[in-house]
């Protein structure tokens, strides 16, 4: 069974998130619970040390008036437990750069909003992650977390999966397809986007013919462009455009 941790320090989104998270399991006959609802992070981090395992955890970025946000909150759940999930939840879409800088990583993000149905879709997108990932044979694991690329002769990168944002093709040299990352770096290789896609795993989706996105860390989709958590964008096609928008849980913002 997936366990699931909520931490926000506001005692009615609180609310909110444990009763969407209740109906998300409920409705889909997830084999998961939630195991620990709180609205004071050190009763989390006491829960984790007193049931040590892997959890998915939702976790509010700002966290009040406390000597911890949300982001070193997620270093020490990392510490205690490195395969833990965490799901950043946030009011402000800008905030989840914030995340990406700092280096700990983030299987998702979902923005707090008046639209129930909007934040259900993103709950069960990962708690249904989290369990087919839980689920994942140790011969797929590699290829779920990290990829090599080749950018010379004998000459190789090794990047996180989970922290690329999307892969686009080169526009400047024929056959070469771009890698972008999070943390504002690139790295382009001898490829094409098919064989990127068919590497990269389930969390990733093409929005574009020549563009392949990573789901788990977009927050909007806006006049033919896909937004991610750190203000970049990709190009997003009219023929993909209801596909990207299911697939990564978010609402349609344009009426193209």
């Known amino acids: ?39 004071d992070f050190r009763e989390a981090l006491r829960f984790i040390e007193k049931n040590p395992g892997a959890y998915l955890h939702f976790l509010d970025i700002d966290l009040g008036k406390t000597s911890l946000n949300g982001v070193d909150v997620a270093r020490v759940i990392r510490r205690a437990e490195p395969a833990s999930k965490i799901v950043f939840v946030t009011g402000h879409a800008d905030m989840g750069i914030s995340v990406l800088k700092s280096g ?23 708690i249904n992650l989290a369990l087919t990932n839980t689920a994942t044979t140790d011969e797929d694991r590699p290829r779920e977390g990290y990829i090599q690329l080749s950018v010379g002769i004998d000459e190789h990168v090794t990047l996180p999966v989970s922290q690329i944002l999307y892969v686009e093709a080169d526009k400047s040299v024929s056959h070469f397809i771009c890698y972008h990352t999070v943390d504002g770096s690139s790295v382009s290789v001898r490829d094409t986007i098919e064989n990127a896609l068919n590497s990269l795993g389930e969390s990733f989706m093409k929005s574009h013919r020549s563009v392949v996105i990573n789901t788990n860390l977009v927050v909007s989709v806006a006049d033919g462009l896909v937004k991610f958590a750190d203000g970049e964008t990709a190009a997003c096609s009219f023929r993909l455009k209801n596909e990207v928008m299911k697939k990564c849980g978010v609402k349609k913002r344009d009426n193209r």
């Open 1 to 39: 069974m997936l366990g699931l941790i909520i931490c926000d320090d506001d005692r009615f989104m609180l609310g909110i998130s444990v009763d969407l998270a209740k109906r998300c399991i409920k409705e889909n006959g997830f084999n998961a619970a939630v195991l620990c609802a709180t609205t």
């Open 104 to 126: 700990v990583e983030a299987f998702g993000f979902i923005e707090k909003t008046t639209n129930e149905e909007k934040m259900l879709s993103a709950y069960k997108k990962y």
